[in-house]
């Protein structure tokens, strides 16, 4: 079966940086977009970031400038690189993935979740 498994997040000092993976099995996962989402306690998990399976990059405007998102198909890993963290970024991260490719990103169009990892910055 398809499983989705984030590793790297923690607490971090604000204008510190993270790395998060997302190791992924069960799939052909250079066929999948995969983004990242969070979620905090009373808001609706929201997007972050996404990268196509031709390598598009999309990025909510919120972490736009302090995130990037890479992949690397021969380990069917998917990475998110957030830097100068700031306490707002405080969150449940989750990785997912899409049989499809649309702008923007939503949660209605990933058909595969992992289960997160928390990040914790600290002012």
């Known amino acids: 079966q398809v499983q989705l498994v984030e590793s790297g997040g923690g607490l971090v000092q604000a204008g510190g940086s993270l790395r998060l993976s997302c190791a992924a099995s069960g799939l052909t996962f250079s066929t999948y977009t995969m983004g990242w989402f969070r979620q905090t306690p009373g808001k609706e998990r929201e997007i972050v970031a996404a990268?196509?399976?031709?390598?598009?990059?999309y990025y909510a405007d919120s972490v736009k400038g302090r995130v990037r998102i890479s992949r690397d198909n021969a380990k069917n890993t998917v990475y998110l690189q957030v830097d100068s963290l700031k306490p707002e970024d405080t969150a449940v991260y989750y990785c997912?993935?899409?049989?499809?490719?649309?702008?923007?990103?939503?949660?209605?169009?990933?058909?595969?979740w992992g289960q997160g990892t928390q990040v914790t910055v600290s002012s």
């Open positions: 997912a993935a899409s049989s499809r490719y649309l702008y923007p990103p939503i949660e209605g169009n990933y058909n595969y």
């Open positions: 990268i196509s399976r031709g390598g598009g990059t």
